[in-house]
């Protein structure tokens, strides 16, 4: 009986990691060859369905994204962990409207994103567009690795850093946040991972141009709906691997990165 | 004098920044509920939600979103059906049964896991799974089955983080009772850890119901996207996701407030999920 539970526990463990570890191999394997040069060509036309256009979009679109999405984050952070005082009325509103928050399936927030921003504020479809839509999907994120990363900084620290006559925002910009940087650095780096892959949220905000954008309210698309919209398609299934190949290095860079800042947030608090 | 006026200053920004997310969540309401009610309210709840039969082009054309309602439905308990018991003894060998080397390579697995872009996900399900179950059933190979299995990948690491922070939470010494009375490892774990890890596992389940209700461009790659009743395991559906997905792009006027409609049914849903997963959550906590 022991044998059976623990046999059919490891086949399930092994089932998982299987699968996972397939998927990744099978998408690199049958993906790499695909990735030709004439891929990486300036300009997007239908004979070299070149991506990138598509790669210059996702990393125009990181960076707007983050930078509206990361001091509201992060300053959520410090109201709810430095400032709210526990079991506060508004603390509870706040944390509620952001666990929601993480729950709303990506399609409704690009169909929202479509009526407010490109719809009701006229961005039509647009990086802008885009971006404040993506900004609210890895709001929630960024919020919640930023308060355990200030929870886990000893309140010993900022003891001793009011004791030594410094203010409040002193402590938070000198002391805790020198601490909690790599938790606080390892959810922005998977808020970039979030952006890299959402489809959903952006078909009807950024739209899907082939062309980088020119500026705020220019359309375009990045590598993972260039991917959808080539599967969709079904015509250019060598292009779809390799941008397949692409997004997955991505998402395995991001994550390796976030995996060592959190190691190391921990590993700072084991020393002290 | 200076440095207490920035002081307050700053409290002020940043009591700003945390209202933003509550800010955020009443304009998606307001946006979803007030775009989709109005045509709710005309075509009729009942028709809505009832009606067996979508046919935007025909006149007078049809909306009823019961077929992508139950589409939504079946893929979900499918989904369910294969990724909760391999989700929950994952992260019971997680948990328990694996060690710390093991578990330092296999615990950001799973994170990358989740961070696998569903994109990437449905295509792999387009490329090598459609064709398995192409020539095991027959027919098209994109139908409940399919987006079942794919779904059910896509929810397990949801599940198991959740459920192993949950079995990690369960405190020593009931395992060590347990023990104590001559159970075996197996043997604790299966009748005293888990039972009372239960309410952490349930909310991961609840949690992995609202990520397969809520996928939308995997789906499309591989459920067929019929907008019809649904006729067998092995035929084609819609969801509620896809239906938005596929037609919003060509959509005008009543078409396109019933596709709005279609997500404000789907928000409801979510908030519904939501809402237990939270009040699970919360009983936890204080209990």
């Not at chain 1, 695909?34 to 070299?48: I, V, W």
């Not at chain 2, 609202?210 to 996928?215: F, L, N, P, Q, T």
């Not at chain 2, 409609?261 to 906590?285: D, H, P, S, V, Y």
Request: proline content about 3%.
């Amino acid at each position: 009986m022991d044998r059976a539970i623990k046999t059919t526990i490891k086949i399930s463990a092994f089932i998982t990691f299987g699968v996972l570890f397939f998927i990744i191999g099978y998408i690199l394997i049958m993906g790499l060859p695909n990735l030709d040069l004439s891929l990486f060509q300036l300009k997007y036309t239908t004979e070299n369905v070149s991506l990138f256009p598509a790669m210059i979009t996702t990393l125009m679109l990181i960076f707007l994204t983050l930078v509206i999405a990361t001091p509201i984050g992060i300053f959520t952070g410090f109201y709810l962990v430095e400032y709210a005082k526990k079991g506060n009325k508004r603390v509870e509103i706040i944390r509620i409207a952001t666990e929601t928050l993480s729950g709303i399936p990506s399609i409704v927030y690009g169909l929202f994103g479509m009526l407010f921003f490109v719809i009701r504020l006229n961005f039509k479809y647009s990086l802008l567009a885009g971006a404040l839509t993506a900004a609210i999907m890895v709001l929630p994120l960024i919020i919640r690795t930023t308060e355990e990363a200030l929870l886990s900084v000893d309140d010993s620290l900022r003891e001793a850093s009011f004791a030594l006559g410094a203010g409040k925002l002193r402590t938070i910009f000198k002391v805790v946040l020198s601490v909690a940087m790599p938790g606080i650095l390892s959810g922005i780096i998977l808020s970039i991972g979030r952006i890299v892959g959402e489809t959903a949220a952006l078909i009807f905000t950024l739209g899907t141009a082939t062309k980088i954008p020119e500026g705020l309210f220019s359309s375009g698309r990045t590598l993972a709906l260039h991917m959808y919209v080539l599967s969709t398609e079904g015509l250019h299934v060598k292009e779809s691997y390799a941008t397949g190949v692409i997004l997955l290095i991505v998402i395995l860079v991001v994550n390796g990165l976030s995996t060592l800042l959190s190691n190391k947030l921990t590993k700072g608090n084991e020393n002290e | 004098m200076k440095s207490k006026s920035i002081e307050n200053f700053m409290k002020i920004v940043f009591f700003i920044s945390a209202t933003m997310s509550i800010i955020a969540i009443v304009l998606i309401c307001i946006f979803i509920f007030a775009g989709g009610i109005p045509f709710i309210q005309e075509y009729g709840l009942k028709n809505f939600l009832l009606g067996t039969e979508w046919k935007p082009n025909n006149t007078p054309s049809s909306f009823g979103i019961l077929p992508m309602i139950l589409g939504s439905i079946y893929v979900t308990i499918g989904a369910i059906i294969i990724g909760v018991p391999i989700g929950i003894l994952t992260a019971t060998y997680l948990a328990k049964f694996c060690n710390k080397k093991i578990y330092k390579f296999l615990k950001p697995s799973i994170n990358l896991m989740a961070g696998i872009p569903s994109i990437v996900y449905g295509f792999f399900a387009l490329v090598v799974v459609v064709p398995i179950i192409r020539n095991i059933f027959g027919g098209t190979g994109m139908n409940i089955i399919t987006a079942s299995i794919l779904l059910g990948i896509m929810i397990l690491p949801t599940i198991i983080n959740i459920s192993e922070a949950s079995i990690r939470a369960v405190p020593r010494s009931y395992y060590e009772g347990s023990i104590a009375l001559g159970a075996s490892h197996e043997k604790s774990i299966l009748s005293v850890v888990l039972p009372t890890a239960k309410s952490g596992i349930l909310s991961s389940i609840i949690l992995g119901i609202g990520r397969a209700i809520g996928e939308t461009m995997a789906v499309i790659l591989v459920a067929g996207n019929q907008a019809r009743m649904p006729a067998g395991l092995a035929k084609g559906i819609r969801t509620l996701t896809t239906n938005i997905v596929i037609e919003m792009a060509y959509a005008a006027d009543e078409h396109r407030q019933a596709l709005i409609a279609t997500a404000t049914i789907l928000f409801a849903f979510i908030l519904i999920i939501n809402g237990i997963f939270l009040t699970i959550k919360r009983r936890t906590n204080n209990g």
